[in-house]
């Protein structure tokens, strides 16, 4: 698996790393916990670059909100008291939801995130929180959000760089949290994944919608259409029929080995269904 590779560096500081990745001119790769990159048959990497002795496995309160360093694993998430009590605890909800035990002591979310499958569990979750990342290259630091991240192609998210941050937002008031995911079975990936979040404003109307999806399009994404339509609305049963099947219009599955195209469509709806009406629910609306 491993046998081209030359070296295995383990810097201690994340100012090491990147000028170790920029030496390496493309032949560096980063490893976290290993459980994406080890099935990867990348022959062209020559050396590996540890994360782990960076200091990036912190989960810090902000009073914005919350940061996590990229390297935290998904056991760290999972039992994080900070992490369980932000936005209803979908985030962790979905950490827990990564495989066996044993894959989620490893596992890191900068891995999940900076690896670019569109079915990522902790993506969906922080795409619904509105969440942050931080990019740091050998020139530059960077922040962006998690959208603008996957908006990008997938060669040109992290750069040669590392990613060292994730920032979520604090979020004010009445709202309601959901995430949901569909898998073969219970430690498997999703067939799709789904998160939202609603807020409710004063008069009892939709203040903000957010919903994210996974596994059905090239990369993690927000049904903007389907927020839209909910935004500004009194929320109801027959309006959350209606942004499910808006979902449904705007998610661009593909066909592979765990599910038909035209079975992730179907599937989206039902989550977004699902995943509105818990929200819903938490934030104390009459359906
Ligand atoms: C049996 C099994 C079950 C799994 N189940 C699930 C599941 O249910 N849900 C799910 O979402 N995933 C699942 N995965 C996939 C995987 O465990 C996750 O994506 C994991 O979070 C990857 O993190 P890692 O630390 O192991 O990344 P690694 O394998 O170390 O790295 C993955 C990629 O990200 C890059 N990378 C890692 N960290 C950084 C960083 N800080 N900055 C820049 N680049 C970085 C690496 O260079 C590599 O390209 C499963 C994997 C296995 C083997």
Known sequence: MFDHIQAFYQPTSVRE????????????????????????????IRFLVGVTHLGLDYIRRDPNGCDIGAACTMAALEHSPVVRGIAGGILARAAATCGSIQIRNVATVGGNLANGSPAADTATPLLAMDAAVVLQTDKSRRRMTL????????RRRINGGLLVQIFVPKCKGRAGWSFQ????????????????????????????????????????????????????????????????????????PITDQRAPAEYRRE???VLARRALRECAQQAGCAL
């Open 181 to 252: 995911k569909f898998g073969r079975t219970e430690t498997d990936i999703a067939i799709v994944n789904a998160a939202a979040g609603l807020g409710i404003a004063k008069d009892g109307t939709c203040a903000w919608a957010r919903i994210a999806l996974g596994a059905v399009a090239p990369a993690p994404m927000r049904a903007e259409k389907a927020e839209a339509l909910l935004a500004g609305q009194t929320i109801t049963a027959d309006l959350i029929e209606r942004a499910a099947e808006s979902v449904a219009r705007e998610v661009q």
């Open 267 to 269: 599937l989206s709806q």
């Open 17 to 44: 790393a990147v000028r170790l990745l920029h030496d390496g001119k493309g032949r560096g790769r980063v490893v976290a916990g290993g459980t994406d990159l080890t099935l990867l048959r990348d022959r062209s």
């Open 147 to 154: 959208r603008e991240f996957f908006a990008l192609p997938q």
